[in-house]
């Protein structure tokens, strides 16, 4: 699964990243199922901060 990652970052979503900043990618099991030009797209998309989709009220901090 961390190759997997890696690869995908290093592939597609590397050159998406800013200097300076830190990126922390938190893998889940469905990583391992997704076809690998899907995961390259969606990390890019997550990445360049386009696909930010609203926290469910159930997921949502509670200082929020």
């Known amino acids: 699964m961390r190759r997997r990652l890696k690869e995908a970052v290093r ?36 990445i360049e901060g386009r696909a930010k989709s609203g926290r469910s009220r159930e997921t949502r901090s509670r200082k929020e």
Not at 14 to 25: A, E, N, T
């Open 11 to 46: 592939l597609s979503a590397g050159s998406s990243m800013k200097p300076g900043l830190d990126y922390v990618i938190v893998a889940r099991r469905d990583v391992l199922k997704t076809e690998f030009a899907v995961l390259e797209h969606l990390l890019r998309e997550r």
